[in-house]
């Protein structure tokens, strides 16, 4: 299991979430509107979660079914 960030993140993109991840998986280009965590670098430590200041992140097994677009939105974002 991995975190996903969901649309609370929009529009907000708080870079608390980077600063505290041990291995680097949550990226973002200037034009993105939110943050993604790369589904094959999350080590599922969960140092996110408590820091998101808009409750932005859910492990990807208790993300809220009105979010769970976004857990395959995450993992496209790093398909490319």
Sequence with gaps: MTYVITEPCIGVKDASCVDVCPVDCIHAREEDE????????CIDCGACEPICPVNAIFPEGAT????KRFINLNAAYFAR
């Design 34 to 41: 939110q943050y993604f965590i790369d589904p094959q670098e």
């Design 64 to 67: 809220p079914t009105e979010w």
